[in-house]
């Protein structure tokens, strides 16, 4: 009952902010999009179980609506929701650069946040419904962990996810070579990790850590104040724990 008076109590949070003009549009849905996008999702469920699959397609796709509502808010006229946001397979989500590293740590924090609300209800609504529809209960915990895992991993401190600008933002007001150094640092123990365990699941992750090194800067951007900077590293690292509590049962599974 408290996770679901939290999820209801949370959702005029990041909804009431949602922005009335300006265009958000669809990216990517096409024939070459889908068949990527179901080659993923097969390749997810695989792993995990079909349900899983399902869910990964539902956090993917809040994760994307969150994210163009974010580009929305902070004032740029165009969002694109895209089925693959992965470089080098989908237009970029705006047709200019964010202007303020504030507004781009906001963009990359607002979808795992916007996420957090339904995970929530997800849980809460499992324990109600478990002894009289057990079915339902079990697609809905489901759901939950999915968007837990799902936002976890976009929140590790690796380029393009959304924790790698995060860090990049925080660790340019500080001291810029410290994103190296993180990168670095949890590159190297997941490879460590995953030569350990033979998991593939850690191999995937330390080369998305390693690539993340030979990523392009971005643009020129006002940085962060280093009170901005403090509470922005607040807001990732209560959002990063949030998911990674809610997809612990999988994380665990797979490592």
Do not use: K
Not at 31 to 46: H, Q, Y
Request: charged share 10%.
């Amino acid at each position: 009952m408290l996770a679901l008076a939290l999820g209801l109590m949370a959702l005029p949070l990041v909804t009431s902010p949602a922005p009335t003009e300006g265009h958000i549009r669809a990216s990517g849905f096409n024939g070459v999009g889908v068949l990527i996008g179901f080659v993923i999702t097969v390749a997810v469920a695989t792993l995990t179980s079909p349900m899983f699959g399902f869910g990964f397609v539902f956090a993917v796709l809040l994760h994307e609506i969150g994210s163009a509502l974010a580009v929305r808010i902070i004032g740029h006229d165009v969002a694109r929701v895209r089925l693959i946001p992965l470089p080098f397979m989908a237009a970029p989500r705006s047709d200019r650069p964010f202007d303020h590293a504030l507004e781009e740590s906001f963009a990359a924090l607002y979808a795992p946040a916007l996420a957090i609300p339904p995970m929530l209800i997800g849980f809460g609504l499992f324990h109600v419904l478990a002894p009289i529809a057990p079915g339902i209960a079990n697609v809905l915990r489901v759901m939950a962990i999915m968007l837990g895992t799902f936002n976890f991993l976009m929140l590790l401190p690796f380029l393009p996810f959304g924790g790698g600008r995060v860090v990049q933002s925080v660790s340019d007001a500080f001291w810029p070579q410290l994103r190296t150094f993180v990168t670095l640092f949890m590159s190297a123990a997941f490879a460590s990790a995953a030569l350990r365990d033979q998991s593939i699941a850690m191999a995937i992750l330390a080369i998305a850590g390693f690539q993340s090194l030979f990523h392009r800067r971005r643009p020129a951007q006002e940085r962060l104040t280093h009170n901005q900077a403090l509470l922005v590293m607040s807001c990732y690292a209560f959002v990063l724990t949030v998911h990674f509590t809610g997809g612990f049962w999988l994380l665990a599974g797979l490592i």
